[in-house]
């Protein structure tokens, strides 16, 4: 069965950085979308960044762009999230997310779907703090 497992997430101080992982297992096909997503106590659940695997693009949404870069290794089967320059308004839940995509732009909009509304399977989340 799939299973997402996220990790990296912590307490850390204003400007300071973590990354995330996210470790997919129990796929059946090869073009999946991977994204990341979190949520502040009160606060809709904001999409940041997605990627397909087996090389695609890497998708921001415009709040995010230039401080969090998404990446992935595909040999260990983990999309990582760098945040860089954390500010308090970043002390949020992160989880990964992932469902099938063909194709880059089916990715991008999946990233987009309100509240993640588009993906399928969701890891457990893993607390961000930034102080």
């Known amino acids: 069965h799939v299973q997402l497992v996220e990790s990296g997430g912590g307490s850390v101080q204003v400007g300071g950085s973590l990354r995330l992982s996210c470790k997919a297992s129990g796929f059946t096909y090869n073009r999946v979308c991977v994204a990341w997503f979190r949520q502040a106590p009160g606060k809709e659940r904001e999409g940041l960044a997605a990627?397909?695997?087996?090389?695609?693009?890497?998708h921001y949404v415009d709040s995010i762009k230039g401080r969090f870069t998404i990446s992935q290794d595909n040999a260990e089967n983990t999309v990582y999230l760098q945040m860089n320059s954390l500010q308090v308004d970043d002390t949020a839940m992160y989880s990964c997310?992932?469902?099938?995509?063909?194709?880059?732009?089916?990715?991008?909009?999946?990233?987009?779907?309100?509240?993640?509304?588009?993906?399928?399977?969701w890891g457990q989340g893993t607390q961000v703090t930034v102080s």
């Open positions: 990627i397909t695997t087996g090389g695609g693009n890497a």
């Open positions: 997310a992932a469902d099938w995509a063909p194709s880059d732009p089916i990715c991008s909009g999946l990233l987009r779907h309100r509240g993640g509304g588009g993906f399928g399977y």
